[in-house]
């Protein structure tokens, strides 16, 4: 079993930057592959971005990409979204996600989840 824990959410103006944090306990951290995830009000939930286990490949949907970094410190157990240049879009709150084995985009491949950080992007 894996415990995941999201911090660093709030309200920030359109082209701001926040840092989020996911914090991780449980099993040994650097086994899983970690996902960020967002789900926006009705709307279905979509893919962030992933890390490796080791934190070499990372993996971005489109429409983030070179907005948003993923990171890792496995010292620290603790995978992080860099979040630049954000858009009134970005508002979503954002989960964190675990797994074994392969990347993946489909959220229902990880099996361990955070409660959720609410990000909130004002025009």
């Known amino acids: 079993q894996v415990q995941l824990v999201e911090s660093g959410g709030g309200l920030v103006q359109a082209g701001g930057s926040l840092r989020l944090s996911c914090a991780a306990s449980g099993r040994t951290f650097s086994n899983y592959v970690m996902g960020w995830f967002r789900q926006a009000p009705g709307k279905e939930r979509e893919f962030i971005a992933a890390v490796s286990w080791r934190g070499v490949n990372t993996y971005y949907a489109d429409s983030v990409k070179g907005r948003f970094t993923i990171s890792r410190d496995n010292a620290k157990n603790t995978v992080y979204l860099q979040m630049n240049s954000l858009k009134p879009e970005d508002t979503a709150v954002y989960f964190c996600?675990?797994?074994?084995?392969?990347?993946?985009?489909?959220?229902?491949?990880?099996?361990?989840w955070g409660q959720g950080t609410q990000v909130t992007v004002s025009s």
């Open positions: 996600a675990a797994k074994r084995t392969a990347y993946s985009d489909v959220g229902s491949s990880y099996p361990y």
